[in-house]
């Protein structure tokens, strides 16, 4: 009983050290207004491109790595134009098709397993919501990913699997916006 109590009380700890860092966010707004974002620790930036059959991508990637001892340990948001002409949001046949890639790449990429998966629209703009385990199981990346007209976003948050259901993890995903 002892032991359970402790442990107990190890979690309930982690827990509210996890959310007494999170409290004061900070909000990301696009140069071009196009889009913000808040998350609970400070903004870095990087811009990759990216050899395509389609020609050279410009991705562009902002992250939120946090402590240790928190839930979530990365917080990110990854966006990307494709070229006039390649895909748009309102080529219907060509999203599922391209989010169902997108996924399956996804879950590879880190040797993961995609365990859920669902449509999502933003602003009427399609997207999806997916869940993937990896690590063994020990860790997960829950994603929400939109494509408006040209550009795909995809807001995502890494968590240790035991501590994947919290409040900053919801907040973080659902608040995404365009401007």
Not at 62 to 84: E, K
Not at 142 to 166: C, D, E, G, M, P
């Amino acid at each position: 009983m002892y032991l359970v109590l402790k442990i107990c009380l190890i979690y309930l700890g982690s827990l509210i050290s996890c959310y007494a860092l999170a409290q004061n966010w900070t909000t990301y707004r696009a140069p071009d207004n196009s889009f913000s974002i808040s998350a609970p620790y400070q903004w870095s930036e990087k811009t990759d491109t990216i050899s395509t059959d389609i020609g050279n991508l410009k991705y562009f990637t902002l992250y939120c790595q946090a402590p240790d001892t928190s839930a979530n340990q990365i917080y990110m948001l990854s966006y990307c134009d494709y070229p006039d002409g390649t895909i748009h949001s309102d080529s219907t046949e060509l999203i599922t098709a391209f989010f169902e890639e997108t996924m399956q790449s996804a879950a590879f990429s880190i040797n993961g397993k995609l365990m859920y998966q669902a449509d999502e629209a933003l602003y009427n703009f399609p997207g999806k919501y997916w869940r993937i385990d990896y690590l063994q199981g020990n860790a997960v990346i829950k994603t929400r990913a939109f494509l408006v007209r040209n550009r795909y976003y995809a807001v995502q948050v890494v968590s240790k699997k035991v501590f994947h259901i919290n409040p900053d993890s919801d907040r973080f995903l659902d608040g995404f916006r365009l401007n």
